[in-house]
């Protein structure tokens, strides 16, 4: 195990493509495997992409970008405007509360920053908002797509841990609205104090709020109908994928005739290239999912923690510790295929509900692509306003502090997390 660690990380640090780095280092087991043939490698590459559940990425992505070009994301934008505008941190507040909403539509945290620095980036700035702020404020409010469902992260960690993706989808809900509260409350704090406030501007008047919720109608209550379907059985999570691409076609053509073929040609593009890159890290990753698991891993790693706490509590909050500090360093999707079959055993030998666990996981993995040293969300924000990376570093600091506060609440009260898939599932 130790060659394969080696191995993966001198390809990351000389620049190797993440799929190359993961798919190198896995062919260095079965090379360096006295009783492991070569074929068997090959063999779980291909037995990986041949998985039901992992239609639903694809499914999702193609979505995500054909409701982008349907008009949705402006429609989102201009409810969020509307409802959260006249707050202290105006702007900001409009970037967290779309997230919230762009959550339930694109799965994607780099792909949700990298649109609202285009659309909400250069308005701040120009309303005196400074470029630290609010490229810290775009970054970190996209971390809310890691846990509103359809989140692409909780797919792949249902499908690599055999946890329910249906039971994860609702987990995530709370948390996600939770964070919102976290990170608008801190946008407000460290807004009244820069004085970024907006004197001439007044909360809307219900009429206003009544035809932008109208407008965004579409938009609002698509991730109401994916948890309703595959609560009701109506769809799998893998079909309800194949459902949210029909359901984006409908919403272009017919209600807001906005989606033409130029339009759906582009998100082909776009969905392509982000699905081939995710599908070439997951079948790569099929041969490191094996070796990690014959060559015991979970059991050892287990056995280290286990043998020095007890407390259930206390091992999960180390293994999260360990988690972040990945996550600074290893894109979010790779943990998530590694690691996953090394913790999940662990945490439900000591009676920790792997759905909670997954929540946890899941948002301080992504936490790290909005982190130094390779944060992918920091560093495309921060390209697309020519932000100083220093600049957002420090003022990012406050909604680390907030993000990090609300993962403890949840580690110590799971009911938050649970409650809601309890209640529709059963216990």
């Known amino acids: 195990m130790a060659a394969i660690g080696i191995v993966f990380l001198v390809l990351l640090v000389v620049g190797a493509p993440v799929a190359f780095a993961i798919g190198i280092s896995g062919f260095v087991f079965f090379l360096n495997s006295p009783i492991m043939p070569l074929s068997i490698g090959v063999q779980k590459i291909a037995s990986v992409s ?96 890691a846990t509103i469902p359809p989140s692409i992260g909780l797919i792949l960690y249902g499908y690599v841990g055999q946890v329910s993706i249906g039971r994860l989808f609702l987990a995530g809900i709370v948390p996600g609205i939770l964070m919102m509260a976290f990170l608008m409350l801190t946008a407000w704090l460290v807004a009244r104090r820069r004085n970024y406030v907006s004197t001439d501007v007044e909360p809307p008047s219900l009429k206003r709020v009544l035809e932008a919720t109208w407008e965004a109608k579409w938009a609002l209550l698509f991730p109401i109908l994916l948890i309703v379907s595959i609560r009701g059985g109506l769809f799998t999570p893998s079909e309800v994928g194949a459902f949210a691409v029909v359901y984006a076609f409908l919403i272009g ?27 070439l890290i997951i079948v790569m990753s099929g041969m490191i999912g094996f070796a990690i698991i014959f060559l015991q891993v979970p059991q050892q790693i287990a056995g280290t923690l286990l043998g020095g706490v007890t407390v259930p ?56 692509s909005m982190t130094p040293p390779v944060g992918v969300a920091m560093y495309t924000v921060c390209s697309l306003l020519d932000c100083k990376v220093e600049d957002y570093v420090r003022e990012s600091i406050p909604f680390i502090v907030a993000i990090l506060a609300l993962v403890a609440v949840l580690l110590f009260a799971p009911d938050l997390v649970l409650f809601l898939p309890r209640m529709a599932f059963g216990s």
């Open 50 to 145: 041949q998985s039901f559940p992992l239609l639903a990425v694809p499914f999702f992505v193609f979505a995500g970008h054909l409701m982008n070009e349907s008009g949705i994301t402006d429609r989102l934008f201009k409810f969020a405007n509307v409802t959260v505008s006249w707050m202290a941190g105006g702007l900001a507040q409009v970037s967290i509360i779309l997230s919230t909403l762009m959550g339930g539509v694109s799965g994607s945290a780099v792909a949700d920053a990298a649109m609202e620095a285009r659309i909400l980036g250069p308005q701040m700035l120009s309303r005196g908002y400074s470029k630290g702020y609010t490229a810290s404020v775009i970054a970190l409010s996209s971390l809310i797509t």
């Open 253 to 279: 053509f017919l209600a807001h005739r906005e989606l033409n073929l130029e339009k759906v040609k582009k998100a082909i593009g776009d969905a392509i290239s982000d699905i081939g890159m995710i599908m």
């Open 313 to 368: 509590v206390a091992i999960v909050a180390i293994i999260l510790t360990m988690l972040f500090v990945a996550g600074l360093f290893i894109e979010s999707t790779v943990l998530v295929l590694l690691l996953t079959p090394i913790f999940v055993p662990i945490i439900q030998q000591v009676g920790v509900d792997p759905v909670h666990f997954g929540i946890l996981m899941m948002t301080l993995v992504t936490l790290g």
